[in-house]
């Protein structure tokens, strides 16, 4: 089955370390999106990329990372700078222009930082 | 800012009624998308709508989209336990957005049997 997969589904880290979050699709899309959910405040965009070797800022980038050396994969870094980095990470991907196409998303991973 | 918000930001009903949640968005846009998320997992694209459109059928689902008044509303009817979610909308601004969809806060919808 074609799908979108994040991992793990839940991940702690203490503060001050990095983590990275795994997102996988074998949907043969080119774009692929990280999405930050909090309580109350929707989703919110971190980072997209619309084709391998290409990133964009999203509305919340600071503290965050991307890599896109490989169309099937987006890993996410949550750094040390991210000043509130527990939240619920939303990957999604999507084969043409967002304004026509669904997003597909994964099943999340829920991050906490104590 | 947000493009999109959603009203109510909650709502609950019994079964078989029927819930109506509403969109406004801000920009101009290309198309407007509904999508769906059950607690603790991704979101399911429900339906979309093009701006060009002024009402669209899936199932139980019926979207309307006016744009001269910048909002959109999603009815689903006959509504069962199993439809308990959160429901946001989601806009471009118009192919501005530079390939980016930016979503509501959503409306958590609550249906007791």
């Known amino acids: 089955d074609g799908g979108i997969t994040q991992s793990p589904k839940y991940l702690f880290r203490k503060e001050g370390q990095n983590v990275t979050l795994s997102c996988e699709q074998n949907?043969?899309?080119?774009?692929m999106y990280w999405y930050r959910q909090d309580p109350g405040q929707g989703l919110r965009l971190i980072y997209y990329?619309?084709?391998?070797?290409?990133?964009q800022k999203g509305d919340i980038a600071e503290g965050y990372s991307v890599s896109r050396e490989k169309k099937e994969s987006f890993p996410l870094t949550v750094t040390s700078a991210q000043k509130n980095p527990t939240a619920f990470y939303l990957c999604?991907?999507?084969?043409?222009?967002?304004?026509?196409?669904?997003?597909?998303f994964g099943n999340g991973t829920r991050l906490t930082v104590t | 800012s947000q493009q999109g918000e959603e009203d109510p930001q909650a709502l609950s009903i019994q079964e078989g009624e029927n819930a109506t949640m509403n969109c406004s968005y801000k920009?101009?846009?290309?198309?407007l998308q509904w999508y769906r998320q059950n607690s603790g997992r991704g979101l399911v694209h429900l339906i979309l709508?093009?701006?060009?459109?002024r009402e669209k059928h899936s199932g139980r689902l019926r979207v309307t989209l006016d744009t001269s008044k910048k909002s959109s509303s999603l009815l689903i009817t006959a509504s069962r336990a199993a439809d308990t979610a959160s429901y946001f909308c989601?806009?471009?601004?118009?192919?501005?957005?530079?390939?980016?969809?930016?979503f509501g806060q959503g409306t958590e919808l609550s249906v007791k049997p």
């Open positions: 999604a991907s999507t084969g043409g222009p967002p304004q026509n196409s669904p997003l597909h």
């Open positions: 949907l043969n899309h080119d774009a």
């Open positions: 990329s619309q084709i391998v070797n290409d990133f």
């Open positions: 920009t101009s846009i290309n198309n």
């Open positions: 709508i093009r701006s060009n459109e």
């Open positions: 989601a806009t471009d601004a118009g192919g501005l957005g530079g390939g980016k969809l930016i």
